[in-house]
């Protein structure tokens, strides 16, 4: 597996963000994880969007203030993931389901352990923002996920029916 970084989007991303985004389309994926809207804005207005997520002096009322990072492989600087990292969940959406992180990897690029890389580069990112523990949600058939959590000490606190009733899965991982 080759190293990944987490790197702040940037209009120079514009094309190769375009393209993984195309990709979960092209597989039936309409809905991109941790990705702060992407799969319904255009790159210029997302771009603006999660510019402003970045602030709290501009974060758009109904959201909170949050880093979104493309999981980008040194190798080849191609974007492998993307990962939104909240700096708390005081929403009620994400207090009950969202959580602190959320992220998703390019269908191409899944079940060769580019997510655990994410999530533990995520998690030094919430430690150094001051969180002491992070929320992560995940449907409980999602077991790529859910093997994800669990390897970066995630703890399983909860299942509950998620807003479409499948179940879903809260864990808990101490940053301390």
């Known amino acids: 597996m080759y190293d990944l970084e987490l790197v702040r989007p940037t209009s120079g991303h514009k094309n190769s963000a375009d393209e993984f ?9 309409k809905v991109i994880n941790g990705s702060a809207l992407l799969d ?8 603006d969007h999660i510019t402003n997520l970045r602030n709290p002096e501009t974060e758009k009322n109904g959201w909170v203030v949050s880093d979104t990072f493309f999981a980008v492989r040194k190798s080849d600087s191609k974007i492998i993931g993307i990962i939104d990292i909240r700096h708390n969940i005081g929403d ?3 207090s009950k389901y969202g959580g602190h992180i959320g992220y998703a990897v390019r269908p191409g690029e899944r079940r060769k352990g580019y997510a655990t890389q994410m999530l533990k580069l995520a998690l030094e990112h919430a430690k150094s923002i001051g969180l002491s523990r992070v929320m992560l949600g995940c449907y409980s058939d999602n077991w790529g996920s859910i093997r994800t959590i669990e390897k970066c000490g995630g703890v399983l606190t ?7 009733e499948k179940p ?3 864990y808990w991982i101490e940053l301390s």
């Open 92 to 94: 009620e959406f994400l």
């Open 168 to 170: 879903m899965n809260i």
């Open 158 to 164: 909860e299942t509950k029916p998620y807003i479409d």
């Open 21 to 29: 985004k195309q990709e979960f389309f092209s597989c039936n994926e």
């Open 40 to 47: 319904q804005l255009g790159y210029d207005a997302w771009l």
